[in-house]
């Protein structure tokens, strides 16, 4: 008996321990499709490489007619609450044995993207085949093959066929092309495990280049003169990342312009909105383009198991969104970057905020604060602490032993760890350090002590921290001839004793002054922002019914409420002197029908006015019913408050309104109308403050 009980114990331990690691299978696919049907006709094989004995489920979209093989035992269940999906479940096999599965599919797919809100750049769908022209074909797994549930990794062989003017895109390395008759076949296959493929394709023009180690192409619906531009990007690009992370994981690298928003990684491709294809100077900044090459890396070679934490996206961004203006020797962008990071840290709303090691995916900007720029932020205090070349060996010994295979962010931190020096080794518990900031919700703040101490070996001043996170902090030291010397200081505790020297010309020492150090901001470093009143539960003020204007801020509200902003709406007739006094404002209109506006102007910068339907801006000036102006300022009424101006006359669309929230770092941003891409002109808003003793101490 007790032999029985320890050999039941035994297995019910190996079942345990099989759970631990994904299920490992191989997917053959044969893909008809249908467009002007908007259908498809699939037969796919599963197989499992090794034994199974546990329940297998699979997801299928639940319009889709579905003929399993009569050789296993098998159910379908569909959710009665309305989810879109049915599901497979296989029950165990009588004895421990491979898994196999013939599935027969077809139907119509038809899934409209979403609408996006205000607070999502985005939109998604379930799957769409559209005949209809400058669109194509959407089919994520589950729309074209049934996707395995739970933790599982698959190779796939997948053979396309579809009209021959049509393209088609999977992840992976395509490896045969043939056309027979009307129709072109594909043949597509991943070099090495992955947890799912999405299908792309339409009817396009195509572009493309070779370095000789790699294809880079392009698909767009229209020629575009822009094609060089981009394949230029993609060979640096390649060139960059490869010296960094190791061997690129695909043949080649493809841009695919996409009918709705989206900004898609996948396994080789990008699949991005043909508007932001219109737009090189946004899609080739550092946060765009290079930020969905680099998860050939993070996220599409090396994959992440969301329930467990997503590290890839913040590993993603700082490799794409920071470093790469680090190689570019952009010093003023790499500090912006850092200062729009703590920025938004800063107007993250208390119940927003999480750890890090919670973030699964973005569904809002308040988890692209977490998940991208914290976790970025993070990263970069590793890098800080152990150099260039510990940080980025650690990377090519990531890539390469997890390619294929889920990691965790013990696996990325235990990496760094492990190739620290020596010293620090000796000095630090770099993977505790490190997984205490991902579990914590604070960021310190940092401070001097009012008092200056001498002692016999020189100066020392007194920096006080706020928790007991590693951290290593810039200290600026100026003398009185203007040189500053910077210097890096390492500390966990909640005081360091800096000793600065006896210097006879010390004019200054500073805390941070460059935003180098994951920390609370000051309040005179926090310009106002636009996101921070959008967070801050303000009043929308319109102009009265009658005016032109007074659709457009209406509707402003009711988008904001549709994006899950807290908010309020009045006309200027119905606001009193304590709703200004004792909330945050955004007024909208112009000076000639909304008197908000007027009485939060005087708190524009001084070179910015509003008048007479002119904006004027230094010594330029636009006409208000051919632009745009979104200033966030003190609110007059208030110190303590903040206010807003969304100026405007006549917008005949709220789309110049929908423009605004891609500039929510800015204070003030002044757009033309008619005409896409950056501001005409902006300009950051400070508080004022006289003393800044905290971050600052001056020597006479």
């Known amino acids: 008996m007790k032999n029985y009980i320890f050999a039941l114990f035994a297995l019910i331990g190996f079942s345990f321990a099989l759970h631990s690691e994904p299920l490992i299978f191989n997917y053959k696919i044969d893909l008809e499709i249908l467009p002007q049907q908007q259908s498809l006709n699939s037969n796919v094989k599963v197989e499992s490489q090794t034994s199974v004995f546990t329940p297998i489920q699979f997801r299928l979209l639940k319009n889709l007619n579905v003929e399993v093989s009569k050789n296993v035992n098998w159910k379908i269940s569909y959710d009665k609450t309305g989810d879109n999906y049915q599901i497979i479940?296989?029950?165990?096999?009588?004895?421990?044995?491979?898994?196999?599965?013939?599935?027969?599919?077809?139907g119509i797919v038809n899934y409209a993207p979403e609408e996006t809100t205000l607070n999502e750049r985005h939109s998604n769908s379930l799957g769409i085949i559209s005949p209809k022209d400058k669109e194509g074909l959407y089919l994520p797994a589950g729309s074209f093959y049934p996707s395995i549930i739970g933790n599982s990794l698959a190779t796939y062989t997948t053979n396309v066929s579809i009209p021959k003017e049509y393209s088609v895109i999977l992840s992976g390395n395509n490896t045969n092309k043939e056309e027979i008759g009307a129709n072109c076949i594909t043949t597509w296959e991943m070099p090495f495990l992955v947890d799912e493929i999405t299908l792309v394709g339409g009817k396009y023009v195509r572009y493309s280049r070779s370095n000789g180690k790699a294809d880079f192409v392009m698909y767009t619906y229209d020629s575009t003169k822009l094609a060089d531009t981009y394949l230029n990007a993609m060979v640096e690009y390649?060139?960059?990342?490869?010296?960094?992370?190791?061997?690129?994981?695909?043949?080649?690298?493809?841009?695919?312009?996409?009918?709705?928003?989206?900004?898609?990684?996948?396994?080789g491709y990008t699949l991005l909105s043909g508007r932001l294809l219109t737009m090189p100077f946004v899609t080739l900044s550092p946060g765009s383009l290079a930020h969905e090459f680099v998860h050939n890396w993070w996220g599409n070679s090396v994959y992440v198991?969301?329930?467990?934490?997503?590290?890839?996206?913040?590993?993603?961004?700082?490799?794409?969104?920071?470093?790469?203006?680090?190689?570019?020797?952009?010093?003023?962008?790499?500090?912006?970057?850092?200062?729009?990071a703590l920025l938004a840290m800063d107007d993250l709303v208390e119940e927003k905020n999480y750890p890090v090691s919670k973030f699964k995916y973005q569904e809002d900007m308040d988890d692209a604060v977490i998940g991208y720029s914290k976790g970025a932020y993070?990263?970069?205090?590793?890098?800080?602490?152990?150099?260039?070349?510990?940080?980025?060996?650690?990377?090519?010994?990531?890539?390469?032993?997890?390619?294929?295979?889920?990691?965790?962010?013990?696996?990325?931190?235990?990496?760094?760890?492990?190739?620290?020096?020596?010293?620090?080794?000796?000095?630090?518990?770099?993977?505790?350090?490190?997984?205490?900031?991902?579990?914590?919700?604070?960021?310190?703040?940092?401070?001097?002590?009012?008092?200056?101490?001498?002692?016999?070996?020189?100066n020392t001043i007194t920096i006080k921290k706020s928790n007991d996170l590693l951290l290593t902090l810039p200290v600026q030291i100026e003398l009185a001839d203007g040189?500053?010397?910077?210097?890096?200081?390492?500390?966990?505790?909640k005081e360091y004793k800096l000793d600065y020297g006896n210097i006879s010309n010390l004019k200054a020492i500073y805390l941070d002054k460059e935003y180098g150090s994951l920390r609370k901001l000051f309040k005179w470093e926090k310009p106002f922002t636009f996101n921070k009143i959008l967070s801050s539960n303000p009043i929308i003020v319109s102009p009265e019914e009658s005016s032109q204007n007074y659709k457009i801020a209406k509707q402003?509200?009711?988008?904001?409420?549709?994006?899950?902003?807290?908010?309020?709406?009045?006309?200027?007739?119905?606001?009193?002197?304590?709703?200004?006094?004792?909330?945050?404002?955004?007024?909208?209109?112009?000076?000639?029908?909304?008197?908000?506006?007027?009485?939060?102007?005087?708190?524009?910068?001084?070179?910015?006015?509003?008048?007479?339907?002119?904006?004027?801006?230094?010594?330029?000036?636009?006409?208000?019913?051919?632009?745009?102006?979104?200033?966030?300022?003190?609110?007059?009424?208030?110190?303590?408050?903040?206010?807003?101006?969304?100026?405007?006359?006549?917008?005949?669309?709220?789309?110049?309104?929908?423009?605004?929230?891609?500039?929510?770092?800015?204070?003030?941003?002044?757009?033309?109308?008619?005409?896409?891409?950056?501001?005409?002109?902006?300009?950051?808003?400070?508080?004022?403050?006289?003393?800044?003793?905290?971050?600052?101490l001056k020597f006479d």
């Open 89 to 106: 479940t296989f029950k165990p096999l009588n004895k421990i044995s491979k898994f196999e599965a013939s599935f027969k599919i077809s």
């Open 238 to 267: 390649y060139d960059i990342y490869t010296k960094l992370f190791g061997d690129y994981p695909f043949k080649s690298f493809t841009i695919v312009e996409n009918f709705f928003p989206t900004g898609f990684g996948m396994p």
């Open 305 to 340: 198991d969301y329930e467990k934490g997503n590290w890839c996206e913040a590993l993603t961004t700082f490799s794409a969104n920071y470093y790469y203006n680090v190689i570019k020797n952009k010093e003023k962008d790499e500090l912006d970057w850092r200062k729009k």
């Open 378 to 458: 993070i990263l970069y205090e590793i890098y800080k602490l152990l150099g260039d070349k510990a940080f980025f060996n650690a990377l090519k010994q990531f890539a390469q032993e997890f390619r294929g295979k889920r990691a965790y962010w013990e696996d990325l931190i235990g990496k760094f760890a492990a190739n620290a020096s020596k010293e620090i080794q000796a000095k630090y518990d770099v993977k505790s350090e490190f997984m205490a900031w991902l579990n914590s919700t604070d960021i310190p703040k940092l401070e001097f002590t009012p008092q200056t101490q001498a002692d016999k070996k020189g």
């Open 483 to 493: 040189k500053i010397e910077t210097r890096n200081i390492t500390f966990k505790e």
């Open 556 to 696: 402003f509200y009711d988008e904001m409420l549709k994006s899950g902003y807290q908010c309020s709406f009045k006309k200027a007739s119905e606001m009193t002197n304590e709703d200004y006094a004792n909330n945050p404002i955004i007024a909208m209109g112009n000076t000639s029908d909304n008197p908000a506006v007027t009485k939060l102007s005087e708190k524009l910068p001084g070179a910015v006015k509003i008048n007479d339907g002119n904006i004027a801006y230094g010594d330029k000036h636009s006409l208000l019913s051919a632009s745009l102006l979104m200033a966030n300022i003190e609110n007059p009424e208030n110190e303590n408050s903040r206010a807003c101006i969304i100026a405007f006359d006549g917008l005949q669309s709220f789309d110049p309104i929908r423009r605004l929230f891609h500039y929510q770092s800015y204070s003030l941003a002044l757009l033309d109308i008619n005409k896409p891409g950056r501001p005409v002109y902006s300009q950051e808003v400070y508080p004022q403050f006289k003393y800044k003793k905290e971050q600052i």
